[in-house]
Each structure stands twice: as structure tokens, then as C-alpha cells.
Nanobody, 126 residues
Framework: QMQFVESGGDLVQPGGSLRLSCAVH????????VGWFRQAPGEGREGVSC????????YYEDSVKGRFTISRDNAKNMIYLQMKDLKPRDTGVYYC???????????????????WGQGTPVTVSA
């Protein structure tokens, strides 16, 4: 059974850093582009970043460019999201998921992803 399990979320002060991890179970991670998404309270799920199967291509939503870095270790079936200079607007539950439909590489629309996990909460507050 395919499972993408997020971890690493925490309460952090503005300007702080966190590294989120996504452990892939039941499938070979290298077979999928993988995206990170977040959902703030009362809002919809938005795409934050995506990494291609090989890791050679990375994509970011404009508000996180220069602050977030996505990476993967296919040998370990892991995907990571390094976040720095965190801002209160980065608060939300963060999810990782495989892109399973559509033809656009790493398109950040949530409708093209599935097998959502429980997510990991990130709170940026003083």
C-alpha cells in the first residue's frame, strides 16, 4: 500500500528554520514526482514545492522561493523540505504526495496528486 508519511513539523519563531521529512512506503519513490503542499486554517490546500523523479528539477511557489529547498534521497525513499526564514504566513499543515495524474511535470495543482497522509503541523509564531 502506497503511503507518504510526513514528519518534522513544530512550533518555531519567525525567522527560524525547520526541515520536514516525507517517508515513502510501499512504492519506489523514484517512480514519482513528489510535491509538498500546505493548508492554513480555514483555507484550501496550496502547492509549495515539487521535485522531479530524479531530483534534477525543482519548482517553488513564489512566496517560498529563496527560503525553501526541496530535495530527495531515492536510495532511502525520502523527500525533504528545508525551510528557513519562516514567516507567520507559512503556518499550516504540510503534506507530501506523489503526482499521479496530468502531464505537466511538477505542476503544483493539488488535483494532480493523491495518497494524502495526515500531514505535519508547522506553526510560526512569536
Amino acid at each position: 500500500q502506497m503511503q507518504f508519511v510526513e514528519s518534522g513539523g513544530d512550533l518555531v519563531q519567525p525567522g527560524g528554520s525547520l526541515r520536514l521529512s516525507c517517508a515513502v512506503h510501499g512504492v519506489t519513490a523514484a517512480d514519482y514526482d513528489v510535491g509538498w503542499f500546505r493548508q492554513a486554517p480555514g483555507e484550501g490546500r496550496e502547492g509549495v514545492s515539487c521535485i522531479t523523479k530524479s531530483g534534477n528539477g525543482t519548482y517553488y511557489e513564489d512566496s517560498v522561493k529563496g527560503r525553501f529547498t526541496i530535495s530527495r534521497d531515492n536510495a532511502k525513499n525520502m523527500i525533504y523540505l528545508q525551510m528557513k526564514d519562516l514567516k507567520p504566513r507559512d503556518t499550516g499543515v504540510y503534506y507530501c504526495a506523489p503526482k499521479i495524474r496530468g502531464i505537466r511535470r511538477c505542476f503544483l495543482g493539488p488535483e494532480e496528486y493523491d495518497y494524502w497522509g495526515q500531514g505535519t503541523p508547522v506553526t510560526v509564531s512569536a
